[in-house]
C-alpha cells in the first residue's frame, strides 16, 4: 500500500463512452501525475499538477482532460477514445522539494478500448 | 532526444546474483531511481543515486557512473519474489522523471 489509490481497477469502454479515472493521495504531497504504461514501452507522462496548477501537457490529445480540484484528488476524463488508448493508466504523488523527486504510485486502472 | 536503455529481460536462479544495467542520454541530469514493478501492481521505490559510487540497502544495491552514463542495480540472494520489472528512471535538466521501459526478471528456481 503507497498511499495512493485509483478507482476503477479495470475500465472496458466504446470509443463513444465518456468515463473517467479517479486518483487520491493520501501523503499529503503537493504534486500528482498521470502516466500512460503500454507493454514494454517506457512510462509515457500525459499531465504533471503541482500546488494545484497543471505545469505539463506533453502533447497528450484532447480526448484525455485532466481535473486537480485540490491536492490529494486527481480525475482524468475520457471522451471518445481510441482501442490504440488501451493501456495501463498510472497516478503518482510526489513532495517536490529541492532536487528530490520520489514519486508514489498507485495500482492504476487498466483500460480497454473497443 | 533522451533515451533510456536496459535489457528487455533477463533469467537468474533462485539463490544466484544478477546485475540489471541501465544506460542514459538526457539533456542534464538531477539523479537515478530505480523502482521495482510486479505484474499488475504499482511501480514501488527502489533507490536514488545522484553521486558516483555505490549505495547498498540490503539485498540490492545500485550504482552510478555519471561520466559513463550509467547504472546498475545488483539484486543478491534472489528470492522466487523478486521476479518482477526493474524501471529505471532519470530526472532531467527540468527536474522531469525520464523512464526506460523496463527489464522483466525471471527468476528460476
Known amino acids: 500500500e503507497t498511499g495512493v489509490t485509483q478507482t476503477p481497477r479495470h475500465l472496458v469502454m466504446g470509443m463513444t463512452n465518456k468515463k473517467s479515472l479517479k486518483c487520491e493521495q493520501h501523503?499529503?504531497?503537493?504534486?500528482m501525475y498521470w502516466y500512460k504504461q503500454s507493454a514494454k514501452k517506457p512510462l509515457e507522462l500525459m499531465f504533471v499538477y503541482s500546488l494545484e496548477e497543471r505545469v505539463e501537457n506533453n502533447s497528450v490529445p484532447s480526448r484525455f482532460s485532466p481535473e486537480c480540484p485540490n491536492s490529494s484528488h486527481l480525475f482524468l476524463h475520457l471522451h471518445t477514445l481510441q482501442p490504440e488508448d488501451s493501456a495501463l493508466y498510472l497516478c503518482?504523488?510526489?513532495?517536490?522539494?529541492?532536487?528530490?523527486?520520489?514519486?508514489?504510485f498507485g495500482p492504476g486502472t487498466r483500460l480497454t478500448v473497443l | 532526444g533522451q533515451n533510456i536503455d536496459q535489457p528487455t529481460e533477463m533469467t537468474a536462479t533462485e539463490g544466484a546474483i544478477v546485475q540489471i544495467n541501465c544506460t542514459y542520454q538526457t539533456s542534464g541530469f538531477n539523479g537515478l531511481f530505480w523502482y521495482q514493478q510486479h505484474a499488475g501492481e504499482a511501480p514501488t521505490f527502489l533507490s536514488y543515486?545522484?553521486l558516483d559510487g555505490l549505495e547498498e540497502k540490503g539485498r540490492f544495491s545500485s550504482f552510478l557512473s555519471r561520466s559513463k552514463g550509467y547504472s546498475y542495480l545488483l539484486l543478491k540472494e534472489l528470492q522466487m519474489k523478486d521476479s518482477a520489472s526493474y524501471l529505471c528512471a532519470v530526472l532531467d535538466s527540468n527536474y522531469q522523471l525520464i523512464w526506460g521501459a523496463g527489464t522483466k526478471l525471471i527468476i528460476k528456481p
Open positions: 503518482a504523488s510526489s513532495q517536490v522539494e529541492g532536487d528530490y523527486n520520489e514519486q508514489f
Open positions: 501523503l499529503g504531497h503537493n504534486a
Open positions: 543515486n545522484v
